[in-house]
Nanobody
Framework: QVRLVEAGGGLVQPGGSLKLSCAAS????????VGWFRRTPGKELEYVAA??????NYRESVEGRFTISLDNGENTVYLQMNNLRTEDTALYYC????????????????WGRGTQVTVSS
């Protein structure tokens, strides 16, 4: 049984940092594309970043501020978020994709339950 568990969310001031984690069991993350998405009330699930065998990819608004990485030993993907903005406030989810179109939620077969990130002064 595949299980993804996100952690690391919280309340932070603008300009602050958080590091999210996505721990997996039931599969080996290095064999898949792993992505981070986020959702705010009333909006669609929004692609944030992904990591796969060929490298990493980011949405434009987080490029240079967020870094996605994989720890093979811990079978965990991380999302380091720096210089956070109020517009980054959302529920963040990680997912494992079974298809190549990794910017689309439809490509993902497994999801965690999410971790809340709130950026506010």
């Amino acid at each position: 049984q595949v299980r993804l568990v996100e952690a690391g969310g919280g309340l932070v001031q603008p300009g602050g940092s958080l590091k999210l984690s996505c721990a997996a069991s039931g599969l080996t993350l290095s064999s898949y594309t792993v992505g981070w998405f986020r959702r705010t009330p009333g909006k669609e699930l929004e692609y944030v970043a992904a990591i796969r065998w060929s490298g990493t990819n980011y949405r434009e608004s987080v490029e240079g501020r967020f870094t996605i990485s994989l720890d093979n030993g811990e079978n965990t993907v991380y999302l380091q978020m720096n210089n956070l903005r109020t517009e980054d406030t959302a529920l963040y989810y990680c997912g494992v994709a079974g298809h190549d179109n990794f910017v689309s939620p439809g490509a993902y077969d497994y999801w965690g339950r999410g971790t809340q990130v709130t950026v506010s002064s």
